[in-house]
């Protein structure tokens, strides 16, 4: 099992769509969960840290499960400027390690 | 200005050549990064140092080195190019008092190895 799993996409989606994005991880140890954005040709940013109890900024909810070790990412009433890379990002192993990111998942709106 | 800051944002070279990627920083960060990004593969790890003296091997440290001259600055070198290092490069900082969360990334290096 790969260490941080995505559905790569493309999820092509009109405007006011929600959509939602799902990633696994595989090390039961990890404390430490992130959605990186990630524009075409661009540097990743961080869009939001994932809490246990779940945490939402604006239109974007964060969700995690730790028994499953799954980690998702709603986005509400998409935007045009929605589109772009997510990545799901996990920490390493080891405390102190730096993070390990997912390949990313692909959206794109469309008006 | 930006925060991190990378030189040259694209390079072509030819194989065999000895390549140095370089980093600078303002944001006063004792942690840098070096990743690469391929298409399908996402970022992979190179090589991390948590301050001047401290230099880790990421996932894939084979074919390069690094330096670490200044807390703000660290450079990422391939002593001797090949085509399949052709990627995007990235170094990026955080700042251990937050933890490890968030990575400030540079805009990035394009290389290409012919």
Not at chain 2, 80 to 94: E, G, H
Request: net charge positive; glycine share 8%; charged share 20%.
């Amino acid at each position: 099992r790969k260490e941080v799993e995505q559905d790569p996409g493309p999820f092509n989606v009109p405007e006011g769509a929600t959509v939602a994005f799902n990633c696994t991880y595989s090390n039961s140890a990890s404390q430490s969960f992130f959605w990186y954005r990630q524009d075409c040709r661009k540097e990743p940013k961080l869009l939001m840290s994932v809490y246990s109890s779940g945490n939402e900024d604006g239109r974007f909810t964060a969700q995690l499960n730790r028994a499953s070790q799954y980690i998702s990412l709603l986005i509400r009433d998409s935007k045009l400027s929605d589109s772009a890379t997510y990545l799901c990002v996990v920490n390493g192993p080891q405390a102190g390690t730096a993070l390990i990111f997912g390949k990313g998942t692909t959206l794109s709106v469309s008006s | 200005d930006a925060d991190v800051t990378q030189t040259p944002r694209n390079r072509i070279t030819k194989t065999g050549k000895r390549i140095m990627l370089e980093c600078s920083q303002t944001k006063g960060h004792d942690r840098m990064y070096w990743y690469r990004q391929d298409p399908g593969l996402g970022l992979r790890l190179i090589y991390y140092s948590f301050d001047v003296k401290d230099i880790n091997k990421g996932e894939i440290s084979d074919g390069y080195s690094v330096s670490r001259q200044a807390q703000a600055k660290f450079s990422l070198s391939l002593e001797s190019a090949i085509p399949n290092q052709t990627a995007l490069y990235f170094c990026a900082t955080s700042d251990p008092r937050t933890g490890v969360a968030e990575q400030y990334f540079g805009p990035g290096t394009r290389l290409t190895v012919t």
